[in-house]
């Protein structure tokens, strides 16, 4: 008796799950035919892929591809890259055939149309500011060395180290700076230092962390 409840359960939830899966829509023509993915009140949101004339594997969200996804069209062509409210939104690139010519259209895309411009990556990343007023790094040169500076212009003070850490290269102190000398690129540095007000009566935290994907000489002012 118990085994026949148990069967009778199974057979009751699983068409309940299959009827879940069969009313999660896409809401975009042409992927709308079969989903199969992560659901949210009845539309596909989440990871997810769906077919229709066209195959899209991605993300989508309240029904639409949005964020990264791979849509392959009928006509051969194929986009990978970023999406918004089903359209090619961001960056991204698309192999087709153009007047008969294999054509790779690669960069920035705009309501679902390419601009014609190029991704250009940064060079680097504010990953954290606390205390800072203004974060400014630039490329000074060539090496492969990422400086720290500290710019009190009420006092003209370095800073009291607290905390340095880099993920690469040798921690080194020049007049006016600290910093990491030898570095490998891709770099992510951290430092934490604490500064005196305009009347020396107290102290406070300022911490600055920073990714840096070119090689070069990198000044990190750090305005206070």
């Known amino acids: 008796m118990k085994n026949q409840s ?10 309940i799950a299959l009827n879940a899966q069969e009313s999660c829509k896409v809401l975009l023509p042409g992927i709308d035919s079969l989903y199969k993915g992560e659901c949210d009140k009845g539309l596909a949101n989440g990871k997810g892929e769906a077919w229709g004339v066209n195959h899209y594997i991605g993300t989508f969200k309240k029904g639409l591809p949005e964020g990264d996804g791979t849509c392959e069209y009928a006509d051969g062509g194929v986009y990978t890259g970023q999406w918004k409210k089903g359209m090619r939104h961001g960056v991204g690139k698309m192999r087709a055939v153009v007047n008969n010519k294999d054509t790779l259209m690669n960069g920035i895309w705009k309501v679902d149309s390419f601009t014609g411009k190029a991704y250009v990556p940064p060079a680097y990343r504010i990953v954290t500011s606390i205390g800072a007023t203004k974060v400014r790094v630039y490329k000074q040169g060539e090496g492969n060395e990422v400086r720290f500076e500290i710019k009190d212009t009420a006092s003209g003070q370095k800073g009291a180290l607290d905390m340095m850490s880099g993920s690469s290269g040798s921690e080194t102190t020049w007049s006016n700076q600290y910093g990491f000398a030898s570095c490998n690129f891709p ?38």
């Open 187 to 224: 770099f992510t540095g951290k430092i934490r230092v604490w500064v005196a007000n305009k009347i020396n009566s107290s102290l406070w935290e300022v911490s600055v962390e920073v990714e840096i994907y070119e090689k070069g000489l990198w000044i990190v002012e750090i305005y206070v």
């Open 6 to 15: 148990l069967l009778f359960a199974i057979l009751l939830i699983v068409p």
